[in-house]
């Protein structure tokens, strides 16, 4: 029987790589100001025009509440849409994992089905 190789070193050396990625950016630039792209934008827009720029629109549910929403509740949904977006992906991926899975021996899987159709006409 042969003895499994620990990699004890590697995981911690990764661990201790994976927290000085999350915690210099902290420190690197004290009173930094983050804008998002929307700002950056706009920005730039209104140094090439020479004019104050006007959005064309306000977003829908700024104008159904009556002002901007709070920064925690934009995080929110940030975090909502990015989660169904990543759940869409992932059952993308599995089903087409577990339909190789599932496939009957000598069944060729329906995409090379239909290029054998379109092939042979």
């Given at each position: ?25 902290l ?28 959005p ?45 899975k ?20």
């Amino acid at each position: 029987m042969e003895k499994k190789k620990s990699n004890k070193g590697l995981i911690i050396a990764l661990l201790a790589l994976a927290v000085l990625i999350a915690v210099v950016p902290l420190f690197a630039q004290r009173g930094a100001d983050f804008g998002g792209s929307d700002d950056a934008g706009s920005q730039m827009v209104s140094e090439i025009t020479g004019t104050e720029y006007e959005p064309w629109f306000t977003p829908v549910l700024e104008t159904m509440l009556g002002g901007e929403l709070p920064g925690e509740v934009e995080s929110l949904l940030f975090c909502v849409q990015t989660g169904i977006g990543v759940g869409i992906i992932a059952f993308g991926f599995g089903y087409l994992v577990a339909r190789r899975k599932y496939q009957k021996p000598g069944e060729t899987p329906r995409a090379d089905r239909a290029a054998g159709k379109a092939g042979a006409v």
